[in-house]
């Protein structure tokens, strides 16, 4: 069965920092895995997906992912934060891309000026 | 393109009452996804459809909840009679192709509460 773990239910940052955010899966096939963001009182967004092509993903706002299968990982990214970065960060599993989609219990990412 | 439209966005209801939540997904997509948020449990799908029919159901958590897609531009989710339990945010979202990999659209969700 496919799995997600973020660890850490809150990360904060100051504008201007890197940002981490953490994302391990567990599938018995290769996953297709994606982040997703939802700010206040909003629906979530896809922010990127890794659908078995470069391992490095780019996505919206500057963020991006590298999979690493050794580490059964998929880290989200960011140089630089921004106050507008401010939001839950949601890591998806998809077993081979054969079944829906789950998601992991969400990070905070908190941006101090 | 108006996105995915849900409404009501807040419904405040007494346990044992029956509660509709609507859901319009956008024009063109051929799946419609439907998700409950809560603190605990996070975000659970709890049924899908593709061109209108029911593909998975196994999140549908009892009896009391069904759901319905009379047309590609309608769906509802039903929950009767509700419990305080069910009190959580009810997410709807489609996708283009109907492929589970497909980018899903959110609506921005209903938050149910249940007295």
């Known amino acids: 069965a496919q799995s997600v773990t973020q660890l850490g239910s809150h990360v904060s940052v100051s504008e201007g920092a890197l940002v981490l955010l953490r994302c391990n899966y567990s599938?018995?096939?290769?996953?297709?895995l994606f982040w997703y963001v939802q700010y206040p009182n909003q629906g979530l967004q896809l922010l990127l997906k890794?659908?078995?092509?470069?391992?490095l993903v780019k996505g919206i706002n500057g963020f991006e992912a590298e999979f690493k299968k050794s580490e059964t990982s998929f880290h989200l990214t960011k140089p630089s934060a921004h106050m507008s970065d401010a939001a839950e960060y949601f890591c998806?599993?998809?077993?081979?891309?054969?079944?829906?989609?789950?998601f992991g219990k969400g990070t905070m990412l908190l941006v101090s000026p | 393109d108006a996105g995915v439209i849900q409404s009501p966005r807040h419904e405040v209801t007494e346990m044992g009452q029956e509660v509709t939540l609507r859901c319009k997904p956008i024009?063109?997509?051929?799946?419609l996804f439907w998700y409950r948020q809560t603190m605990m449990r996070g975000l659970e799908l709890l049924i899908y459809?593709?061109?209108?029919?029911?593909?998975?159901d196994s999140g549908m958590p009892e009896d009391r909840f069904s759901a319905k897609m009379p047309n590609a531009s309608f769906s509802t989710l039903k929950i009767q009679p509700s419990e305080p339990r069910d009190s959580a945010v009810y997410f709807c979202?489609?996708?283009?192709?109907?492929?589970?990999?497909?980018?899903?659209?959110f609506g921005p969700g209903t938050r149910l509460t249940v007295l």
């Open positions: 890794y659908t078995s092509a470069a391992t």
């Open positions: 459809f593709n061109n209108n029919v029911p593909i998975d």
């Open positions: 979202a489609s996708t283009l192709k109907g492929l589970l990999l497909d980018t899903q659209y």
């Open positions: 599938s018995s096939v290769p996953p297709y």
């Open positions: 024009s063109g997509h051929n799946s």
């Open positions: 998806a599993v998809s077993e081979g891309g054969y079944s829906t989609l789950t």
